[in-house]
């Protein structure tokens, strides 16, 4: 292998390194958007206008999703569609952990009967994507300190490349 081409790979190395720190932040983004996507096609076909929110939510997924894509090129730690979009998830599912068990259940669910059955189904959801949006917001902030772990192996990485 030719040194032009050591340092080639090495530079591709170290990119796919910077890309790896944001995975979770990208695989959360994907399910968040399919989720958000799903539940405004069922409300937007129940005529609801309550699907403003789900449709708000895919939206700013889709800007943090075109922000995920350009960190490949740009490593940078900066994340600010990221850190408005799984802040706006975590405060939507409080939100609707609260209004699930009130009269506008229908309203923002009216494809679902109000059983407790369906209501345990809703909550556990809810209460999986208030975990996760509260782990990936822990996960930008340490991103944006650099204090997260594949950071650090990053730096010895360059240490021993240079």
Aim: glycine fraction near 2%; charge should be positive.
């Amino acid at each position: 292998m030719t040194s032009k081409q050591l340092k080639m790979q090495q530079k591709v190395s170290l990119t796919n390194l910077y890309y790896n720190r944001f995975l979770a932040l990208r695989y959360s983004t994907a399910f968040f958007l399919f989720l958000n996507l799903y539940w405004s096609v069922f409300l937007l076909g129940s005529f609801s206008i309550a699907g403003i929110l789900p449709v708000a939510l895919f939206l700013l997924g889709a800007l943090t999703a075109f922000e995920q894509v350009k960190l490949y090129r740009n490593h940078d730690n900066r994340l600010p569609y990221a850190n408005v979009f799984f802040s706006a998830v975590f405060i939507a599912s409080v939100f609707l952990m609260i209004v699930v068990n009130t009269s506008l259940f229908h309203f923002f669910f009216p494809f679902f009967k109000n059983t407790q059955q369906v209501l345990n189904t809703i909550m556990l959801v809810l209460s999986a994507c208030l975990l996760i949006s509260f782990l990936i917001i822990r996960k930008i902030k340490k991103i944006q300190r650099n204090e997260d772990r594949l950071y650090q192996k990053i730096q010895a990485y360059q240490q021993v490349i240079n």
